[in-house]
């Protein structure tokens, strides 16, 4: 089946502008994850969602960032005032239930000018 | 807090030597350790998790409490080994995994 996908796969913006990233989970997986990797390092965790709710959101760096997944299956990631710093592919994984793999997205590549 | 380190950037053998990358963690708790894999534009997979005591296209590691590492070694290294390798750690019943910063594993012919 379709593994989990996400769009777009990469996304230039400017300073302050506000942007989406999408992320579709493998279809019956309740889990959802969005980490953020910053060149030369490893995924660094933002959120993780159990169904619609977000169970964990200590990864968040600020209040500029947020993510919905109001239907259980699709999750937006939503920056606000971007900074150059941000810039970084943010990835996105889903899992079956809470203790089963982890399977990964090809993540987004923000890019902020 | 939970922390990872893979202390190699980098690591280049020739086909057929043996491998060994290195994972260390911090974490007080008994934790549940993973090595991810990405091969050259592919995505991020799981290779091997400890609790599972499998190996996984030859590679193996093992939980050392007392050292507090989770080394992955294969024997005998392959060319379709290379690629980036990361180990993460998951503690406390989190769901989050905390990678390391990852080895680059170049397999030369």
Redesign the interface.
């Known amino acids: 089946g379709a593994g989990v996908s996400q769009t777009p796969s990469n996304k230039v913006t400017e300073k302050g502008k506000y942007v989406e990233l999408r992320c579709d989970p493998i279809s019956g997986h309740t889990a959802l994850y969005w980490y953020r990797q910053s060149l030369g390092q490893g995924p660094e965790f933002l959120i993780y969602f159990q169904g619609t709710g977000a169970a964990d959101d200590s990864g968040l760096p600020n209040d500029r960032f947020f993510a919905v997944r109001p239907e259980g299956s699709v999750s937006t990631l939503k920056i606000q005032r971007t900074e150059r710093g941000d810039s970084a592919v943010y990835l996105c994984a889903s899992s079956f239930d809470r203790a089963d793999e982890q399977f990964f997205g090809p993540g987004t590549r923000l890019t902020v000018l | 807090a939970q922390r990872?380190t893979?202390p190699e950037?980098l690591l280049s053998v020739f086909k057929g030597a043996p491998v060994e990358l290195k994972c260390n963690y911090s974490y007080s708790g008994s934790p549940e350790l993973f090595w991810y894999v990405q091969y050259s534009r592919q995505?991020?997979?799981?290779l091997l998790?400890h609790i599972s005591r499998e190996s996984i296209k030859g590679f193996t590691a093992d939980l050392n409490k007392g050292e507090t590492s989770f080394h992955l070694k294969k024997p005998f290294a392959q060319e379709e080994d290379s690629a980036m390798y990361?180990c993460?750690l998951n503690g406390a019943g989190?769901?989050?995994?905390?990678?390391?910063?990852?080895t680059r594993l170049q397999v030369q012919p």
């Open positions: 990872v893979q950037k995505r991020l997979q799981l998790r990361y993460a989190r769901r989050a995994l905390t990678f390391g910063s990852g």
